[in-house]
């Protein structure tokens, strides 16, 4: 697998794909972006923090439905090819939103998308139980609500990443990247334990408010305090002439494809986010119907709490070897391999876990570390292009969604033919 690199001798040539025999200038993209500057470090310590709260966040909204889905079906009778219609509508709107939050974030700011998007998800989860309380078919209005969370969700990334591609350093954007996406473990480890409780002791609409109400505060706090002096209303009109008067607004997308390196990052990142999609929304039903008996709040906890330091470790790792020298490449590609070769081994090892602690720690192990993705590919396309950064990831995360749609529906299908194989068997006898 070919990751790009780029001159690190020539600080004011255009970005390159540099591999053998590639010339240097062979995609014209600017290495710096034209409309940012670095923040310093009292403005990032303002921004990194406050950036992961809303990463966690983004991941408590993500959440909540996967672990109230075994509630809600027992509630309203559903069974699992239906409550498999319900948890894949998600992706089936996240995706249709991504190259387009990247591509207006690239020209407009990301910070702006990413405070409208938060705020509007926000209150799609306040609504989604007086919604479903409200009408006679509530599989149909979750599954809009669940559709149309994924299309607010579908931008977040794709304007993180152009966000940093402008405001980050080269050398600081490993741990950047990963320290703000801790957050997705650490929002899956607070829903996973206190939706856990609220879930039980409350009801399953408990938790819907319990992750909504913070991400609705997140957007007006941004709105107020970070965005303060800046013009946060993104008119039509601006709209209009920030994506068609841009001196940026031309992407040379024949020039992208055309390189092997930006392929490169897109296969690998559809082939690990969907593995990670899918972990993630089968992961509760998983262990509840192999082990019926085991503590929801263990298997909702333990993997992501193992996952928050491997993430911190590889992203401080990668940005000590490129501050000594090393290839930011080779530095790259290294983190890919832990977190897509070596992750991989467990998931193997956890379809022949024989119990319950065995699966748990197959689990963890694996989710430890996709997290070096931070590190390698997810940072790779800022280094690729960071003038259209926020357009490259969303194509690549458009190519993990959709294969995350595929292979939860695919699982679906298999868990309900097995388990039809399963009782055909037991009634032949």
Same mark, same amino acid.
């Given at each position: 697998?070919?990751?790009?690199?780029?001159?690190?001798?020539?600080? *004011?040539?255009?970005?390159?794909?540099?591999?053998?025999?590639?010339? !240097?200038?062979?995609?014209?993209?600017?290495?710096?972006?034209?409309?940012?500057?670095?923040?310093?470090?009292?403005?990032? /310590?303002?921004?990194? !923090?406050f950036l992961?709260?809303?990463?966690?966040?983004?991941?408590?909204?993500?959440? &909540?439905? !996967?672990?109230?889905?075994?509630?809600?079906?027992?509630?309203?009778?559903?069974?699992?090819?239906?409550?498999?219609?319900?948890?894949?509508? %998600? %992706?089936?709107?996240?995706?249709?939103?991504?190259?387009?939050?990247?591509?207006?974030?690239?020209?407009?700011?990301?910070?702006?998308?990413?405070?409208?998007? &938060?705020?509007?998800w926000?209150?799609?989860?306040? =609504?989604?139980?007086?919604?479903?309380?409200?009408?006679?078919a @509530?599989?149909? +209005?979750?599954?809009?609500?669940?559709?149309?969370?994924?299309? $607010?969700?579908?931008?977040?990334?794709?304007? +993180?990443?152009? =966000?940093?591609?402008? /405001?980050?350093?080269?050398?600081?954007?490993?741990?950047?990247?990963?320290?703000?996406?801790?957050?997705?473990?650490?929002?899956?480890?607070?829903?996973?334990?206190?939706?856990s409780?609220?879930l039980?002791?409350?009801?399953?609409?408990?938790?819907?408010?319990?992750?909504?109400? @913070?991400?609705?505060?997140?957007?007006?706090?941004?709105?107020?305090?970070?965005?303060?002096?800046?013009?946060?209303?993104?008119?039509?009109?601006?709209?209009? #002439?920030?994506?068609?008067?841009?001196?940026?607004?031309?992407?040379?997308?024949?020039?992208?494809?055309?390189?092997?390196?930006?392929?490169?990052?897109?296969?690998?990142?559809?082939?690990?986010?969907?593995?990670?999609?899918?972990?993630?929304?089968?992961? @509760?039903?998983?262990?509840?119907? $192999?082990?019926p008996?085991?503590?929801?709040?263990?298997?909702?906890?333990? @993997?992501?709490?193992?996952?928050? !330091?491997?993430?911190?470790?590889?992203?401080?790792?990668?940005?000590?070897?490129i501050?000594?020298?090393?290839?930011?490449?080779?530095?790259?590609?290294?983190? &890919?391999?832990?977190?897509?070769?070596?992750?991989?081994i467990?998931? /193997?090892?956890?379809?022949?876990?024989?119990?319950?602690?065995?699966?748990?720690?197959?689990?963890?192990a694996?989710?430890?570390?996709? &997290?070096? #993705?931070?590190s390698?590919?997810?940072?790779?396309?800022?280094? =690729?292009?960071?003038?259209?950064?926020?357009?490259?990831?969303?194509?690549? *995360?458009?190519?993990?969604?959709?294969?995350?749609?595929?292979?939860?529906?695919?699982?679906?299908?298999?868990?309900?033919?097995?388990?039809?194989?399963?009782?055909?068997?037991?009634?032949?006898?």
């Amino acid at each position: 697998m070919a990751f790009a690199a780029y001159n690190e001798g020539d600080k *004011n040539t255009n970005m390159n794909f540099i591999r053998p025999g590639d010339s !240097p200038n062979e995609v014209p993209i600017s290495r710096t972006h034209p409309n940012g500057t670095y923040w310093s470090k009292s403005e990032a /310590k303002s921004w990194v !923090p406050f950036l992961f709260m809303g990463t966690c966040l983004l991941y408590c909204a993500r959440v &909540t439905l !996967p672990i109230c889905a075994s509630a809600m079906a027992e509630q309203y009778e559903w069974d699992k090819k239906q409550s498999g219609v319900v948890l894949g509508s %998600f %992706f089936w709107g996240y995706c249709l939103t991504q190259i387009l939050g990247g591509y207006i974030s690239d020209r407009l700011g990301g910070a702006k998308i990413l405070m409208l998007s &938060t705020c509007a998800w926000g209150l799609v989860v306040i =609504l989604t139980p007086v919604i479903v309380h409200q009408t006679s078919a @509530p599989i149909v +209005l979750l599954t809009a609500s669940r559709f149309l969370m994924g299309l $607010l969700q579908g931008v977040f990334y794709p304007s +993180l990443t152009s =966000l940093f591609s402008i /405001k980050v350093r080269e050398s600081d954007r490993a741990f950047t990247s990963s320290s703000v996406c801790t957050g997705s473990q650490v929002g899956t480890l607070l829903l996973g334990a206190v939706g856990s409780v609220l879930l039980h002791r409350y009801g399953w609409e408990s938790v819907f408010y319990f992750s909504g109400l @913070p991400s609705l505060l997140w957007g007006v706090c941004m709105w107020k305090y970070l965005l303060k002096g800046q013009d946060q209303i993104i008119s039509l009109e601006s709209l209009g #002439n920030g994506l068609v008067n841009s001196k940026n607004s031309k992407v040379p997308w024949k020039k992208l494809f055309q390189s092997t390196a930006v392929w490169a990052v897109i296969v690998a990142h559809i082939c690990q986010a969907g593995t990670f999609f899918c972990l993630l929304s089968w992961m @509760p039903t998983f262990f509840h119907d $192999l082990f019926p008996d085991s503590k929801g709040w263990v298997f909702n906890v333990v @993997p992501w709490a193992v996952a928050i !330091p491997f993430s911190l470790f590889g992203g401080f790792l990668t940005d000590h070897l490129i501050k000594l020298g090393f290839d930011t490449a080779k530095v790259r590609k290294i983190m &890919t391999v832990f977190a897509m070769g070596f992750s991989s081994i467990f998931i /193997k090892l956890l379809s022949y876990s024989g119990n319950y602690y065995q699966a748990v720690i197959f689990l963890s192990a694996n989710l430890g570390l996709q &997290t070096f #993705n931070h590190s390698g590919v997810s940072v790779n396309v800022q280094d =690729l292009a960071p003038s259209c950064a926020g357009s490259l990831f969303g194509i690549m *995360n458009t190519g993990g969604a959709l294969c995350g749609s595929y292979e939860f529906s695919f699982h679906s299908w298999l868990d309900r033919a097995c388990f039809n194989f399963k009782n055909r068997k037991i009634y032949e006898k």
